[in-house]
């Protein structure tokens, strides 16, 4: 079946160190993948995504590229801040599922200054 | 932007009773709704889809007798928890859908705690 698996959090990093988040998954035909950012308080956001192999989602200094060859979305950002500390979430919808989002368990991102 | 908000945010209830959760699209129309629930540390875990004006759509392993669902009009979705017991306490999420399109809009949750 359909699944997501990123690696267990919580992620500690230093304001304007480098981020990535591992994102594997597991999916008949060819899913769109995409990354949800929930911050404290909040309903989840979608963050980016790409519904091609090769694509490169971006969005707020975030990236991610569509590998099918390795079935990854890693989540990457070269410089970040302590705003961007939330959960991240990856997921995927795979059009033989029908239109329901497939997620990760999360990872909690922690910035300090 | 596109908001979804959830009523009540957060619920204490005592078990047998029957607890209401409500999910609306503020600013636009939402013909297709799902609802999830996500465990501690767990991901969300999708238990129904919900298209307007017609019955949802229930995940394999999830009770339609105990959580029901209604998606009445464009922009309100309730799911009902009925005769609540402690095991069905968890954070419950919903999003919504333009048709047509494929971004889903999160509400903020709901936390039920059944005692």
């Known amino acids: 079946g359909n699944s997501v698996t990123q690696m267990e959090g919580p992620v500690t990093l230093s304001e304007e160190a480098f981020l990535t988040i591992n994102c594997t998954y597991t999916?008949?035909?060819?899913?769109?993948l995409f990354w949800y950012v929930q911050y404290p308080g909040e309903g989840l956001q979608l963050l980016l995504k790409?519904?091609?192999?090769?694509d490169k989602g971006s969005n707020k200094g975030f990236e991610a590229t569509y590998r099918k060859e390795t079935t990854s979305f890693h989540l990457e950002k070269g410089s970040v801040q302590v705003s961007d500390s939330a959960v991240y979430f990856c997921a995927l919808r795979s059009l033989q599922a029908g239109t329901a989002l497939i997620f990760g368990k999360g990872t909690t991102l922690s910035v300090s200054s | 932007g596109a908001v979804v908000s959830q009523h009540p945010s957060w619920v204490i209830c005592k078990s047998g009773t029957s607890v209401k959760i409500e999910c609306r699209s503020l600013d636009f129309q939402a013909t297709t709704m799902f609802w999830y629930r996500q465990f501690p540390k767990q991901s969300l875990m999708l238990m129904a889809t919900s298209n307007e004006g017609s019955k949802a759509t229930y995940e394999q392993g999830v009770e339609k007798d105990k959580f029901l669902i209604n998606h009445a009009s464009l922009t309100l979705s309730t799911l009902t928890v009925t005769s609540a017991h402690p095991e069905d306490s968890s954070f419950y999420i919903c999003?919504?859908?333009?048709?047509?399109?494929?971004?889903?809009?999160f509400g903020p949750g709901t936390r039920l705690l059944v005692l």
């Open positions: 790409a519904t091609k192999a090769d």
């Open positions: 999916a008949t035909g060819y899913p769109s």
């Open positions: 999003s919504a859908r333009r048709q047509g399109q494929e971004t889903q809009y």
